[in-house]
């Protein structure tokens, strides 16, 4: 008689088992079926009753998937891709427009034809920016052949690097190549709007900086030299000042 009641009771408690979980995929079936924003969620809400992805999983994989996408372009600016430098420009993945762009130059350091494709792919751009070290390299590019290279890129890369005193750099070389006649293609009028205008594309922070004040004395010295001294050495008579001097 024991034996049979024991034998009873088992057998109901796996049978209200049985009941229980069919009850229970029938409910989380019915729920996958729910719109997103009628499904029941954790009390804590750290994971959905389906099964979906902690926030801390989500997380862990946008890391690893930015990190996969600077190790693509790492690669690509290895191989001297020009177009890694926009998408890391357009990611906005701190940090990583600076290492893609030092990747470029050292992959353009052995060929003048590299740094010249690398510097017009920017100066030729209207959002990337250029770095000290890159407007350095071409400035020196530039003193070689002066009379083929664009005057105006050198300017430009120079102005892109946001470094006043790179920029300085920049035009004391374009008046001493015009002083020497190494520059073609520009009269004295089209160089001094030139020099100006570049002046502007660099941010107000580094126009207000110690060297942007120096830079200003430069530009001055700039417009007097190129509109009172010939070519040959001798000063002709200053016409009426038509470019502010106050920048």
Avoid: C
């Avoid at 940090?95 to 034809?113: C, N, R």
């Avoid at 015009?178 to 073609?184: D, L």
């Amino acid at each position: 008689m024991t034996a049979i009641l024991i034998i009873s009771i088992f057998l109901l408690a796996i049978t209200s088992f049985a009941i229980y979980r069919s009850r229970r995929s029938l409910s989380q079936t019915e729920t996958k079926h729910l719109p997103a924003q009628m499904r029941p969620v954790s009390l804590f809400g750290t994971e959905d009753l389906d099964g979906a992805l902690t926030r801390k999983d989500r997380e862990a994989a946008a890391i690893e998937a930015e990190e996969r996408r600077k190790n693509l372009l790492r690669e690509r600016a290895l191989r001297g891709d020009q177009t890694s430098l926009r998408e890391a420009h357009e990611s906005g993945i701190a940090g990583l427009y600076d290492e893609i762009l030092q990747t470029l130059i050292a992959q353009a350091d052995s060929s003048d034809e590299r740094l010249h494709a690398l510097a017009s792919f920017i100066a030729g751009s209207k959002d990337l920016r250029s770095s000290v070290l890159l407007a350095q390299r071409f400035l020196e590019f530039w003193k070689n052949a002066p009379v083929t290279l664009s005057t105006a890129e050198m300017l430009h890369l120079a102005a892109l690097s946001n470094d006043a005193t790179m920029y300085k750099e920049a035009v004391e070389a374009a008046l001493q190549g015009w002083r020497e006649e190494k520059i073609t293609g520009l009269s004295v009028k089209q160089l001094s709007e030139l020099i100006e205008s570049e002046y502007w594309v660099l941010s107000p922070d580094a126009k207000r900086s110690g060297a942007g004040f120096i830079l200003k004395q430069t530009l001055a010295d700039a417009r007097r030299q190129l509109h009172t001294t010939k070519r040959d050495g001798t000063t002709t008579t200053p016409p009426h000042p038509s470019v502010q001097t106050d920048l």
